[in-house]
């Protein structure tokens, strides 16, 4: 199994919106996008979103994501309702996302019980590959590989929202991946070289590729 091609991993690409950093332990998760990917290709069709009633209300922020007022919020299931959902989604597989480990730090506070495979990080792999060059944000790598446009159509919405951004992330991992000298080719144990994230104490050791 550690010999089989990338292609063949349980791969989800994930996004989530969060309140802000400067929350600290108090931050609270807003929306959340997971999209499944089979041969290296994104299936929206069986993708999962939902947005997140915090319980609370939330301050706007110039960095809030747009759209997810307290209003909107206020009619959304809790982050326990959805919690198996994504427990389902997530759990085994290797959550693929830009900068991931952001995302993944918030997710595991929120809900410690999700136990993924390992985390794939686009941006890791953006920097070894494009090293040197600036900028290296979603939108603008996107933009690189005139993808923003696709994403767009098969997501609707906007960037900085969990489903867009996460459908991002998995098309522009096949995309980076075409850049890298062998990078088709690449083993489940390669692509995790590359591109791997530590998930923190329990790692990926403990658990297995598939």
Known sequence: MHNQPWTAAHLVAFDLEGTGSQDRDDEAILE???VPLRD???HLQDAYHSIVNPGRHIPRRPWSSPGLTNDVLASAPSLEHITPELTARLDGAYIVGHNVHV????LSLRCPGIRPAGLIDTLKLARRIHEGKQPRSLTALLDRYQLTN???Q???GQPHRALWDAAGAGLLLG???GDLPGGGAL???ELRDVAGSSLGDGGEQSLPLF
């Open 103 to 106: 995302d993944w730090r918030l």
């Open 175 to 177: 995309k980076l991946l």
């Open 187 to 189: 083993t489940v144990v």
């Open 32 to 34: 959340v996008g997971a």
């Open 40 to 42: 290296g290709r994104t």
């Open 154 to 156: 098969l997501v609707g």
């Open 150 to 152: 696709e994403v767009t």
